[in-house]
């Protein structure tokens, strides 16, 4: 059985974080594209996380972490970003990120929003499987939702209530 869990990012991920950032799938499905040196990915690190409106996450699987969320709040509505580390990708997991970034970001009833790229399909299918509003623009697909707690617990693997590997 897996155990899962999302917490808060620390300065003691910044090196995990700096290798998923410039990983070249995660690259490709990001609107900045570049490779970060790692004297910029701490600045921007330090900011992050003293930052009141910004929050990062990391999902743990079995206490291995395998992917990451940030939530960027203004006025009642939240941007979000993540990842999945390589080794992970194709598992459910970011669509469990997601649900267990959705139960946190109910907590201040945030509006989540969502954007992605043409070309990054798997988002686009979890996101549209979350049951998120879906836009099309000329560059990107925005997806849109108030976040509401679905209370995912461990137990619901067990009842085949949100299997991370759906």
Partial sequence: MENWKLRQATWKDKELLYEWRNDFASRSASFHQQEISMT???????????????SIYILEINNEPVGQARLDRNSGVAHIS???GGRFRGQGY???LLQLLE???????????GQVK???????VIFQSLGYEE??????????????????KQTDVLRGGNPPHQ
């Avoid at 099309?136 to 679905?150: D, G, I, Q, S």
């Fill in 40 to 54: 910029e990915h701490e600045s921007w690190l330090e900011r992050k996380l003293s930052d009141s409106v910004s």
């Fill in 82 to 84: 993540y990842s999945i």
């Fill in 94 to 96: 970011g669509k469990l």
């Fill in 103 to 113: 139960d946190e970001a109910a907590k201040e009833s945030l509006v989540l929003v």
């Fill in 118 to 124: 043409k070309d990054n399909v798997a988002s686009q």
């Fill in 135 to 152: 836009r099309e623009t000329e560059e990107f697909f925005e997806y849109r939702k108030t976040a509401r707690n679905v209370l995912l």
